[in-house]
């Protein structure tokens, strides 16, 4: 089946610039079928490709394609469908050279004197540009740039939101029966600080509460996500306030481990809410101390065979927390411990817990101050690990921090 194809940008106009002798011309278009000719490609005098006698386009000539077949999985049964199908695949079309040869009489569509023919590779149009999706939430709305994605369908159409949308929203229109189906979720990963959670909190808050609207429906939620939104949102704004006291800013954790996390609860209670925090010791304590300064070795008579022991250790750390690092005064407070060894070749202490064994950390930022000895916390108002959920004691003292 032979059919001329027009289209832009794949193949150059042809030139005038090189004469071809007119004996060559003759000698190669008396094997053109009658009202074609052969005339050369983009200038060249060695390869000549089939077109209308009286076709004034210069971009227009024959190409042979076979049909029906089947491209990117569509079954296509013309010219008009493989284009189709190229355009909404974003798919090239790969030309058989072998079909351009001719069989059983037919003429070629493309001749090369070297013998030598170049693959033809049909390029579809780009997708063009889609205006933005209206989102509201609340009084607001928001501007969500799409874009159209390849999708082998003759009926449907596939639109997705850019990846710097901090919404990923699915478009599939069907164009047969107008219909539309769209998900939505949030994307987490254009967030890069805690700053820039709040800046979207409020669409984010929407999402979860159940109250955004895409083409006057609103995106229904779960019980659960509202819950953990809660919980998150909670962690975040501890993260703020710890930024802020900290002055430095801190990236957008996508995943908190739970040193990550406990580390989080203990710099919050110590900074922001001013309190101490207490736990349930792991059950053995491993205290290393240096040979030359410390006089540990002298205590082990008063505190071997008693069955409460109390140990405050202040010690200066270098904490990674999260992106940042930061020197705080480590106070830890440890109570109702019993002595267990003392391994004099690596002057290590080791103490062990019992089910009344208790331990309060306090930390400190203020480096100047030296390190007491005396625990600086007030022990009687500490708060259990467990029930630290990143609520300010008093709104006041965060005011106060910053």
């Known amino acids: 089946m032979s059919k001329k194809s027009k289209f832009d940008s794949v193949f150059l106009k042809n030139s005038k610039d090189k004469e071809i002798p007119k004996a060559l011309k003759k000698l190669i278009n008396s094997k053109a079928p009658s009202g074609y000719i052969y005339d050369n490609l983009s200038g060249s005098s060695t390869e000549f490709v089939l077109r209308k006698e009286n076709d004034p386009s210069e971009l227009s000539f024959i190409l042979r394609m076979k049909f029906p077949t089947v491209f990117e999985g569509m079954p296509v049964k013309n010219i008009d469908e493989l284009l189709e199908a190229s355009f909404r695949t974003q798919k090239v079309i790969d030309v058989d050279k072998n079909l351009q040869n001719g069989s059983n009489g037919q003429a070629p569509t493309h001749i090369s004197l070297t013998g030598e023919i170049d693959e033809y590779k049909i390029f579809p149009k780009p997708f063009p540009e889609l205006p933005p999706i209206k989102v509201f939430y609340g009084n607001k709305k928001e501007f969500i740039s799409v874009k159209r994605i390849p999708l082998a369908s003759f009926d449907e159409i596939k639109i997705e939101s850019e990846e710097t949308s901090i919404l990923k929203i699915l478009l599939i229109i069907n164009e047969k029966t107008n219909r539309i189906n769209f998900t939505a979720a949030l994307n987490f990963e254009v967030l890069k600080t805690v700053d820039d959670y709040f800046e979207k909190r409020e669409i984010i808050k929407s999402f979860y509460e159940g109250k955004l609207k895409i083409f006057s429906e609103i995106l229904p939620t779960e019980k659960e996500k509202r819950i953990i939104f809660e919980k998150n949102d909670k962690f975040y704004q501890a993260l703020k306030e710890l930024q802020d ?158």
Do not use: C, W
């Open 245 to 402: 006291i900290l002055n430095k800013k801190i990236e957008f954790p996508r995943n908190v481990s739970k040193e990550e996390f406990k580390l989080t609860q203990l710099l919050f209670e110590s900074l922001i809410n001013k309190r101490v925090v207490k736990f349930q010791p792991s059950s053995e304590i491993y205290f290393n101390f240096d040979k030359e300064k410390s006089n540990v070795k002298d205590l082990l008579p008063s505190i071997e065979g008693k069955d409460s022991l109390a140990f405050f250790f202040p010690t200066i750390e270098t904490k990674s927390f999260f992106n940042i690092y930061l020197e705080a005064i480590e106070n830890k407070l440890y109570y109702n411990m019993l002595y267990k060894e003392f391994i004099e070749e690596k002057y290590q202490l080791i103490l062990e817990s019992t089910s009344e064994s208790v331990s309060y950390v306090y930390y400190q930022l203020d480096l100047d101050n030296k390190m007491v000895d005396h625990f600086p916390g007030n022990i009687k108002e500490a708060i259990d690990i467990n029930d630290v959920d990143f609520t300010v004691k008093n709104e006041s003292m965060v005011q106060s921090n910053k």
